[in-house]
């Protein structure tokens, strides 16, 4: 077994051990919940506060202009774009994954007219279906099928318009081959959607090279944009040039806002499929993250990432009572370990009362997110030794540790 | 013709004064844009860094429970309620109005299921007009039909499912009949939808007293919620035990988000109206701005209001090229000034260079926003004056100011 000597050699040896300074993260934590809320960059508040005092407080509606707020939905999104393997014209930041999947999955049904079935993962985060299911609602004759994510080449026939699928799984942390899924889903005709919401800074996307028709996701993950920053959404460049696509046609997504015309007419390119004026406090905050991101090497990313994932599943595997739910094999896991265990609600409270920041999925799953940017090896040791000593000395059984409440 | 002297006392007499040093005005500026962006109040960027530092940085993930992230759209809501005469309950603070219009519209048409067509104004925000063409664009049979917002009693045949109408014209600044058109509209059968994004804050609302089904509104005007703080809707109580009627069914507004069901059902109560995580960035901004609002009588908003825009016209209506365009009945005026004049471009832009912040909308008007809780007598007589000068020394005709720009 690794001993914490070694993988404090682990450290000082890693290439993003300096980005370790980029956040701030509380003394006598270890987080390991970045996969649902990442940490805070060093550098947000100052870029936070600015727009409040000098560009909203000092300068008020001038910014629209001075500021560039208008033009801020498409600067962050030319900043996220190499995250995912966008083409910098295919991706926009507005609205939250939900809105902007209503918009992708709208739009993926008016390009197939004569197919009405949308095939979802019926172990998706549920707002992807509950989003479906909504938009189906929506279209006569239109329905929200759910399938087993492995396998939804069997449903694949010729009522099918669009398949939504998770990247990453959010409770297993099964990643999805996106490459082939997508090839077979547009073979049978159909239009591939993507949710990277659970990918996107943590393993490599790529979602041109992959042909993707469109995406959705969100930045208060891996991305540190803060709680409930704002989402972003990709549409392939081939599916720009198609008319008003989706329903969602709000003022800053017109042709001319400003000629404040009363009947709709689409921008040209991907700024078609926004609605409403920015979110610029939360976009602020994205902003100061995506500096962090920009110096960030995603190749070394994505091998910290496996080698944290790795560690900790050797150091807890044989645990009593534990199974590792995440794939062994590297190319179907994300950046985040699940372990099954009966009684998964109190070890998780337990833990959390040491200090180790976890969470729980019902029923018998528990989560731990690794961060490549903020955690070290020594952190992973330590949180495995942690979930040990919680296991052996039955201190989750402690009754303040049983009472159920929500984590998201 | 009053004196700035006599404006000086009517400001000593002001019960509203001191609410000036509750806001953040950079010196030399008059701020007649409120109506577009409201000024930032001193204690907001306080509550914002809290959120930042405190609640996101340092208790992470845990926040969604201790400091109450998942009851803040509701807990807005609550504070928001009084201010446009709802109940606690019918009110939700999420999203964009643009958004939230897209799910009061398609819960119209469905509780109007044997009626297709959706009334609106014409003249209206635009982006009202567009999101009715969005929604009736994915509603089989269902069409969007503009009209004189003074005379829908014409179109109000047996067809109209709906009628979305602004409260305040952002243009004109006029003031609709809210109870009298709310009974014509809904003694035809339709339902009655308010946009009261020029509204709320500057004039009194009471959505419950006049019988309004649903509204819409902004909070970065009137409110000082800050640029792209979310928005608000609100429903009739009488309409909230019906089923699914909003397709943005997302996540949050599911009857047990937690546990993780493949199929939608909707919370009890405004909840279901819910799709997202709150942005919580921009909702810890409007908190602190509503502190402020509590504290105002909304009677003595109204007063000053009436005040200020009567002042102003009778000192700007005898300049030479100007026509009032604002109504001068009390009770069919809002907030704001609209003046006509041929150059209405360039003659904002002057007074821009001269500190006095108003903005321009094509053709030719030009508008200029009262905020009773932080303009003064004074600043008013001055603004006036400012365009006094303008006219008459012509330097408007300065080519510095004709380029056009975008003016939101």
């Given at each position: 077994m690794i001993t914490r000597e070694e993988c404090a050699a682990l450290d000082a040896a890693d290439p993003l051990a300096a980005f370790r300074e980029d956040f701030t993260l509380p003394p006598g934590v270890i987080y390991l919940d970045g996969n649902s809320l990442g940490a805070l960059p060093v550098r947000t508040p100052e870029r936070v506060r600015a727009v409040v005092e000098e560009e909203w407080g000092r300068e008020l509606i001038r910014s629209w202009n001075d500021a560039g707020w208008f033009e801020q939905p498409y600067r962050l999104g030319r900043r996220i774009a190499p995250l995912v393997g966008a083409a910098p014209e295919e991706l926009v930041v507005c609205d939250?994954?939900?809105?902007?999947?209503?918009?992708?999955?709208?739009?993926?049904?008016?390009?197939?007219?004569?197919?009405?079935?949308?095939?979802?993962?019926?172990?998706?985060?549920?707002?992807?279906?509950?989003?479906?299911?909504?938009?189906?609602g929506m279209v006569p004759g239109a329905r929200s099928l759910l399938v087993d994510p492995a396998e939804p080449d069997a449903h694949l026939d010729g009522e099918v318009a669009a398949v939504v699928l998770s990247h990453v799984d959010y409770r297993t942390g099964e990643l999805l081959d996106m490459p082939g899924i997508t090839a077979r889903v547009q073979a049978a005709g159909a239009l591939m959607i993507w949710d990277v919401c659970h990918s996107v800074g943590a393993v490599p996307v790529e979602l041109t090279a992959s042909g993707a028709d469109f995406a959705v996701g969100c930045t208060y993950k891996y991305l540190n944009g803060g709680p409930g920053s704002p989402a972003f959404l990709y549409v392939a460049e081939r599916h720009l040039a198609a008319g008003p696509l989706q329903p969602l046609s709000g003022?800053?997504?017109?042709?001319?806002?400003?000629?404040?015309e009363p009947g709709y007419e689409p921008k040209a390119g991907i700024g078609r499929f926004l609605t409403s004026s920015?979110?610029?406090?939360?976009?602020a905050a994205l902003e100061a993250s995506l500096d962090v991101w920009e110096r960030a090497d995603r190749a070394a990313v994505r091998a910290k990432s496996l080698a944290l994932t790795d560690l900790f599943?050797?150091?807890?595997?044989?645990?009593?009572?534990?199974?590792?739910?995440?794939?062994?094999?590297?190319?179907?896991?994300?950046?985040?370990?699940?372990?099954?265990?009966?009684?998964?609600?109190?070890?998780?409270?337990?833990?959390?009362?040491?200090?180790?920041?976890?969470?729980?999925?019902?029923?018998?799953?528990?989560?731990?997110?690794?961060?490549?940017?903020?955690?070290?090896?020594?952190?992973?040791?330590?949180?495995a030794r942690h979930l040990a000593e919680v296991l052996e000395s039955g201190e989750w059984k402690d009754e303040r540790f049983s009472r159920r409440g929500e984590v998201t």
């Open positions: 939250t994954t939900s809105v902007n999947l209503f918009k992708v999955l709208t739009a993926a049904l008016r390009l197939r007219p004569g197919r009405s079935t949308v095939l979802g993962d019926g172990a998706a985060f549920p707002t992807d279906l509950y989003i479906a299911e909504g938009v189906t003022w800053f997504g017109h042709a001319r806002p400003f000629a404040f920015p979110s610029l406090l939360g976009q599943i050797s150091l807890v595997e044989d645990l009593d009572g534990i199974e590792v739910v995440t794939p062994r094999e590297h190319d179907r896991r994300g950046s985040q370990v699940a372990l099954r265990h009966a009684d998964g609600y109190p070890v998780v409270q337990a833990l959390i009362a040491r200090g180790v920041i976890g969470d729980f999925r019902a029923p018998d799953l528990m989560r731990f997110g690794f961060t490549p940017l903020y955690l070290s090896h020594t952190e992973v040791w330590d949180a």
